[in-house]
């Protein structure tokens, strides 16, 4: 039997839609039959399979009917006289031409909605997995996407942090989303990348769907193996005792670092800088009864009605866990780690310091930077000693090699990603992080203090090279011993971490 349809399906714009689907329809099946039984394409073949070909053919789609409609009004322009009412379209299914057409639409369809229900299902997971989070704007979030593989959450969806349960958040996250493409697509995209993100879920929404704040955690260990900058390249450690929780489980969480997230208690700021390490003024509440003690810094008091100005955040997990999956380490802390590991030779004279010098150095890209960590630390031992160049050529080789892999882990030039573009409020060390509210200066109306206390939040048990460790009692601290022959003690007393070590570090 013929095939016949209406007339008015005879024009080249329904017949360039209907093309136009079909090849779409068979690239989608044939690109999901080679991503399934060859699992090759990535996150770029997903984007392709599920939202590009799928607008294509919903294009397509579109022009069918609306050449139809023009070569109808085109028909019944030469048809139908000027003074004669045009009848609206019907649909005989007497006529083989409309029922043809009729079965075609059912049909095609339910065949679409089938497709699209799936298509829709499986967009939603692609857009939702970690390849399109981490790969498809390639370039803009690779520094994000190399951190979070190695970091705690590496096994946590983005999603799971960044958008979290609820349609609504997941909208906001997808519009949010399309002007980031749109700023990608013009170039337009900050670098390095602003943070923190003011418009985070908060944290008591993500963080405490796992983690839980009236759980009780005990206090723990904490060994540091640092390595000192001349020749030898000493290995100094500090055993610390950490206070996250109480002494006693039966105190739970009133007291430790943990204390901050005390049910019992509200913890309120003011920053006034974006990055939110400019802390003035501090408000607690207890929750029991009632009580309500501000703080203002003495140094850098905010001005009458100022407040009224600022953003007051209720503290929570993220205000020290900034970077629990996107942590940039120093120069200073991931060569340390690498000699632990062994992956850089201690039997290099000096390699601490020109490893953390070099590395520090700022470079405008990635291949720049390699080669100039190769060519520095060659000419440095050329130079100063040439017998290593000489004799140990082959470790030397394999060290630089090291040296520029934890580097490109870490730092990355195009997007100025560094660790001093991304303050740690975990710690003191490199950013001031606890010394933002907990600096001696932070005081109330009666007297009361934000204490700058070392032993607030741990205990130094030992400390010292391996052959000279000077030791105490876990619940006893020594006084920390600043190592280096050119540091006096008087220096990192009267002043923060930060000032010395926020470069690439003594």
Known sequence: MKLTLPESTKNWTSLIGATISLVALFMIIFLLAVSLAFNQGGSYLGLVIYIILPAILIAGLVLIPIGMLGKRKKLNSQNIPDNISKPLPFVDLNIPGHRNATFIFIFGTAIFLFLSAVGSYEAFHYTESVSFCGETCHNVMIPEFTAYQTSPHARVKCVECHVGEGADWYMRSKLSGLRQVYKTIIGEVPKPILTPIHNLRPARDICEKCHWPEKFYSRTIRNERHYLRNEESSEWDINLVMKVGSKFDALGLEEGIHWHINPSIKIEYAATDYRRQIIPWVKLTNEKTGEVTIFQSANNPLKIGEIDTLEVREFDCIDCHNRPSHNYKPPEFFINN??????????????????????????????????????????????????????????????????????????????????????????????????????????????????????????????????????????????????????????????????CHEGEGP
């Open 338 to 499: 690498s000699i632990t590991a062994g992956d850089i030779s201690r039997e290099l004279p000096e390699i601490k310091s020109i490893a953390t010098s070099v590395c520090a150095q700022e470079f405008t890209t990635t291949d720049s930077a390699i080669a100039g960590i190769k060519s520095s630390i060659e000419d440095f031992y050329a130079v100063n000693y040439p017998e290593v160049i000489e004799e140990k050529n082959e470790l030397l080789q394999k060290t630089i090699s090291a040296i520029q892999t934890k580097f490109s882990q870490n730092i990355f030039p195009e997007m100025k990603v560094r660790w001093d573009q991304y303050p740690l409020n975990i710690g003191h060390i490199k950013s001031p992080g606890c010394f933002r509210c907990h600096d001696d200066n932070h005081v109330s109306e009666s007297g009361k203090l934000i204490s700058r206390d070392c032993n607030i939040c741990h205990l130094l048990n030992s400390q010292g090279t391996p052959d000279k460790l000077e030791r105490t009692i876990l619940t006893e601290s020594l006084v920390f011993n600043h190592p280096g022959e050119d540091v006096e003690q008087e220096d990192w007393q009267d002043t923060m971490c930060s000032d």
